[in-house]
């Protein structure tokens, strides 16, 4: 697979202490107990602790000849999650095997950067219940707009989550649209953005047909594909999300510009982050 390193690079320096990141990730609240970094140590209360809590290596409680109990901010598991949308019916397979070979970079980048008891889930989000082909992926379904937006938002809520995907069936008009954990990785086609003049009558982009040979016809369906995707990285933005266009193209080897790609997908983290 293709080398991510600006994307493992922009994963490897997540903040530690947030859902978003490498490293140490610290519960908000502070508890009674030895798990977890030390914060300090309170006077032990019956009423509010088992003996069992009672730090016998207390530098206060020592120092005092009293009980003492440990204090911690609690450690937890943090969450990444890789999402493919694959809700396309008729998809172009060479689109499908770009973003394939993308979901798998991507993988190998969260791999080599999750910390021990990090949890990386991977998702195949499709328009039936079909089981995906590769058993690392689990199938979810999103037959409509409105589920796939509800799939977005359960995914947000989980941590950091890739999503590779044209994000065309997103209901940008839901009320509760908070996607500020979701890396937007959008893909498209080449021709999904800017139709090529002289390739004769194509059918593409919700139109029914377009005679590229025609300069008029060709310039107002151009500026409607450009409108489009304008108007879903907007959406895209103004709901939190970090956002990568990726425009497949079959002259690369990969389907893809390979650097250009890589810095667009580091940089959509870092925005995630930083929020």
């Known amino acids: 697979m293709p080398a991510l390193p600006e994307t493992q690079q922009a994963l490897s320096d997540l903040p530690a202490?947030?859902?978003?990141?490498?490293?140490?990730?610290?519960?908000?609240?502070?508890?009674?107990?030895t798990e977890g970094r030390y914060v300090g140590s309170i006077p032990y209360d019956p009423r509010d602790?088992?003996?069992?809590?009672?730090?016998?290596?207390?530098?206060?409680?020592?120092?005092?000849?009293?009980?003492?109990?440990?204090?911690?901010?609690?450690?937890?598991?943090?969450?990444?999650?890789?999402?493919?949308?694959?809700?396309?019916?008729?998809?172009?397979?060479?689109?499908?095997?770009?973003?394939?070979s993308l979901a798998e970079s991507l993988a190998d980048s969260l791999?080599?950067?999750?910390?021990p008891g990090d949890r990386v889930f991977s998702y195949v989000v499709r328009s039936d219940n079909k089981p995906s082909d590769d058993w690392r992926y689990e199938t979810v379904q999103a037959e409509d707009s409105e589920a796939f937006t509800s799939t977005l938002l359960g995914l947000a809520n989980r941590g950091l989550t890739i999503v590779?995907?044209?994000?065309?069936?997103?209901?940008?008009?839901h009320p509760e649209l908070d996607l500020s954990g979701i890396v937007a990785v959008k893909t498209n086609h080449k021709l999904e953005r800017n139709l090529p003049a002289g390739i004769g009558v194509v059918s593409l982009?919700?139109?029914?047909?377009?005679?590229?040979?025609?300069?008029?016809?060709?310039?107002?369906?151009?500026k409607l594909l450009h409108n489009s995707h304008e108007d879903i990285v907007a959406g895209l933005n103004n709901a939190g999300?970090?956002?990568?266009?990726?425009?497949?193209?079959?002259?690369?080897?990969d389907g893809f510009n390979l650097?250009?790609?890589?810095?667009?997908?580091?940089?959509?983290?870092r925005s995630v982050s930083a929020v």
């Open 49 to 100: 602790h088992f003996p069992h809590d009672i730090d016998p290596l207390s530098p206060t409680g020592i120092a005092l000849g009293e009980d003492y109990v440990r204090q911690v901010r609690p450690t937890r598991p943090l969450t990444f999650s890789l999402a493919i949308d694959q809700t396309a019916r008729a998809e172009n397979p060479v689109l499908t095997a770009a973003k394939k």
């Open 164 to 173: 590779i995907s044209d994000f065309r069936r997103v209901n940008f008009a």
């Open 259 to 269: 650097r250009a790609t890589d810095q667009a997908i580091a940089t959509a983290i």
């Open 205 to 222: 982009g919700g139109y029914n047909s377009v005679n590229t040979n025609k300069k008029r016809e060709l310039l107002r369906a151009n």
């Open 241 to 253: 999300a970090g956002v990568a266009s990726v425009v497949i193209d079959p002259k690369h080897p």
């Open 17 to 33: 202490n947030s859902l978003l990141g490498g490293g140490e990730h610290m519960l908000n609240d502070i508890r009674t107990g």
């Open 111 to 115: 791999d080599l950067t999750v910390s």
